[in-house]
């Protein structure tokens, strides 16, 4: 697993900017190299702020979005379209004013889906389209994501996994997450296998409630199991991309990069 590099930025509107003009350069980088590019979605504060920044930019008309794979990292398992899905924050930050192809913009199964209300039938179904996208060069039931983000809970889960239950231990490419201890209790979620195979992983994390969550994730203090953001890591890279008030109980000794 990759060592993660700290980056600072002023306050959280910043570094929204700063994560969505980094996510342009890195979509376009591999749009240029490989032709298409994936992308794995967070939910929460950060995660979307920065797809509404991304489509406030001029910048945004660089990426060919009709080549670009997305995915999520989690969902609230809800009805389509209902407020709470992270699809629906960012469909409506983003995605439904650029130019992306539907085929490829992969939400995970809504309760109103094929599967009806059976998360663990919708998990299923998303390892299945992931297992499809995935090629003899990934090694692994998953496609080796470009770029996965995750936000952090001021527990520390990511996605959502959360502190001690199931997920956390499970090996399958994406499980169903009943009993959450943040609303809505049931979601479905990639687990660290499926997160571990992004070649870039970036931690988004904004706020003093998440300094402990972060501190926690940085230091060698706990595992992965009690905090799941310290189980996040990309093979290539990982970033903890932070505002200043979220960064302010860094371990001593970690590498930190900051912005005026
Ligand atoms: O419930 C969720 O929470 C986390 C963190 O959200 P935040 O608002 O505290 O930043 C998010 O990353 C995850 O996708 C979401 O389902």
């Known amino acids: 697993m990759t060592t993660p590099t700290v980056l600072i930025h002023r306050d959280q509107a910043l570094l929204a900017q700063a994560v969505a003009a980094r996510l342009v350069t890195r979509i376009v980088d591999v749009q240029a190299a490989r032709g298409t590019a994936s992308v794995v979605l967070t939910g929460g504060g950060v995660g979307t702020a920065v797809l509404a920044e991304l489509c406030a930019s001029a910048a945004r008309d660089a990426i060919d979005w009709r080549s670009l794979d997305i995915w999520w990292g989690d969902e609230r398992f809800l009805p389509t379209g209902d407020p709470e899905r992270n699809e629906t924050g960012a469909r409506k930050a983003l995605l439904d004013h650029v130019d992306v192809d539907p085929a490829r ?13 059976d998360p663990e039938a919708a998990a299923e179904r998303y390892a299945a389209e992931l297992g499809s996208a995935a090629r003899p060069e990934d090694h692994g039931p998953v496609p080796s994501f470009d770029v996965l983000m995750l936000g952090v809970g001021p527990d520390a889960h990511v996605a959502s996994l959360f502190p001690e239950m199931p997920a956390v231990y499970d090996e399958r490419p994406v499980v169903a997450v009943r009993g959450a201890p943040k609303p809505p209790p049931t979601r479905v979620s990639l687990t660290f296998p499926s997160i571990r195979a992004a070649r870039e992983v970036w931690i988004l994390a904004a706020g003093e409630e998440k ?16 905090v799941p953001v310290a189980g996040a890591r990309g093979r290539q890279r990982t970033l903890f991309l932070l505002d ?15 912005s005026p």
């Open 211 to 226: 300094a402990r969550a972060v501190r926690l994730g940085l230091s060698k203090e706990a595992g992965p199991v009690q």
């Open 105 to 117: 913009v992969h939400a995970m199964p809504a309760t109103d889906g094929p599967d009806g209300n």
């Open 244 to 258: 200043r008030a979220a960064a302010s109980q860094l371990p001593p000794g970690i590498e930190r990069i900051a």
